[in-house]
T-cell receptor, first 108, second 114 residues
Framework: KNEVEQSPQNLTAQEGEFITINCSYS?????LHWLQQHPGGGIVSLFM???GKKKHGRLIATINIQEKHSSLHITASHPRDSAVYIC??????????FGTGTSLTVIP | DSGVTQTPKHLITATGQRVTLRCSPR?????VYWYQQSLDQGLQFLIQ???????AKGNILERFSAQQFPDLHSELNLSSLELGDSALYFC?????????????FGQGTRLTVV
């Protein structure tokens, strides 16, 4: 069993749609990271959150520590949002457990 | 631009060879983390250095080693390379030794072993 589960694995959306990516984890954590990996391969850190909600532009991340669940929302999706989104949680050994990623394609 | 610089961007080498990947962390960040991303295994943590000392170790092969220098840049050395070592190697940096702070990733080094 993976410590971090993401869903869906693949997602295709029309431009303008509201998108939700989910992340569930089984380990106790104090923070969760959302990462974005573009087709070119580079990884960008989107959010690090430990409670509640954070917003950056059209991206919103929420976390419920009690339910061990986080969501990443994209409002008014755009083709440039096409990427792989990865959820990562640190363990007590100071390593990341990574989700398998959600591959998002936004069609114009 | 994350502020983390990795060189080289691409590397092609033959089996059995040794290569060195370099990472310069964001200014002021004390921790450097190395990750390997291969097609079949996703992102895997290799090793972390904090202010020059090894802090955490993941699934790093004995043929691989790393160090962090006094100026805080880090090098990952891969030796006796095998075809299966072909992957994207990322480094990330953070201000503290903990992953409970934001981490910033470099653009990665794509290693191809032929």
């Amino acid at each position: 069993k993976n410590e971090v589960e993401q869903s869906p694995q693949n997602l295709t959306a029309q431009e303008g749609e509201f998108i939700t990516i989910n992340c569930s984890y089984s380990v106790g954590i104090s923070a969760l990271h959302w990462l974005q990996q573009h087709p070119g391969g580079g990884i960008v850190s989107l959010f690090m959150l430990s409670s509640g909600k954070k917003k950056h532009g059209r991206l919103i991340a929420t976390i419920n520590i009690q339910e061990k669940h986080s969501s990443l929302h994209i409002t008014a999706s755009h083709p440039r949002d096409s990427a792989v989104y990865i959820c990562a949680v640190p363990n007590t050994g100071n390593q990341f457990y990574f989700g398998t990623g959600t591959s998002l394609t936004v069609i114009p | 631009d994350s502020g983390v610089t990795q060189t080289p961007k691409h590397l092609i080498t033959a089996t059995g060879q040794r290569v060195t990947l370099r990472c310069s962390p964001r200014s002021g960040d004390l921790s450097v983390y190395w990750y390997q991303q291969s097609l079949d295994q996703g992102l895997q943590f290799l090793i972390q250095y904090y202010n020059g000392e090894e802090r955490a170790k993941g699934n790093i092969l004995e043929r691989f080693s790393a160090q962090q220098f006094p100026d805080l840049h880090s090098e990952l050395n891969l030796s006796s390379l095998e075809l299966g070592d072909s992957a994207l190697y990322f480094c990330a940096s953070s201000a503290t030794g903990s992953l409970n702070t934001e981490a910033f990733f470099g653009q990665g080094t794509r290693l191809t072993v032929v």
